[in-house]
């Protein structure tokens, strides 16, 4: 494949351009996944970290 090709081909979206928010998004739905964590455990989860996460934002 030329040089051109392999750009052309990498030219459309890439989670390395995505906004920081989304690659950790990604990230996390890749560790649930791979790790077969049910989705209600997932939301719970989830849950329980927004909530620690806004307690450190109101300090």
């Known amino acids: 494949m030329s040089k051109e090709e392999n750009t052309d ?3 459309g979206s890439s989670i390395d351009d ?3 928010d989304v ?4 990230d996390l739905i890749y560790l649930f996944e ?3 964590i049910d989705p209600q455990v997932a939301l ?3 849950e329980i970290v927004k909530s620690d996460l806004m307690a450190k934002l109101s300090k």
């Open 34 to 36: 791979s790790n077969e």
């Open 18 to 20: 995505a906004p920081v």
């Open 44 to 46: 719970s989860a989830l």
């Open 23 to 26: 690659q950790l998004a990604v």
């Open 9 to 11: 081909k990498n030219s």
